[in-house]
């Protein structure tokens, strides 16, 4: 499976951004999709998953109530929908594909940049 993310760039505090997250190769429907992150310096972070049984979500604390995970099975796709930005969120923005949510990325893509700033 090769992923391509996109929909990053420079936004504003209080904006948005929609992230995509395409399988050029292989049925993304089959795997469990996480977004992940990581800024400078950091550890990357997951920032929500969407599984393939029922399509079950999760996000964590940072971006709950903020993001949105959701997938088209008919086009090999898994957004992320990205509101309230703040400058924290600013990260490199990668997805996987998992075998179950959290249980570790088996294809990854490059990532895509996401800068809050003024």
């Known amino acids: 499976v090769q992923l391509v993310e996109s929909g990053g760039g420079l936004v504003q505090p209080g904006g948005s951004l929609k992230l995509s997250c395409v399988a050029s190769t292989g049925t993304l429907a089959d795997y469990a999709v996480g977004w992940f992150r990581q800024a400078p310096g950091k550890e990357r972070e997951g920032v929500s998953c969407?599984?393939?049984?029922?399509?079950?979500?999760y996000y964590s604390d940072s971006v709950m109530g903020r993001f949105t995970i959701s997938r088209d099975n008919a086009k090999n796709t898994v957004y992320l929908q990205a509101t309230s930005l703040k400058a924290e969120d600013t990260a490199v923005y990668y997805c996987a594909a998992e075998y179950n949510c959290w249980s570790g990325g088996v294809y990854w893509g490059q990532g895509t940049q996401v800068t809050v700033s003024s």
């Open positions: 969407i599984n393939t049984n029922y399509g079950t979500t």
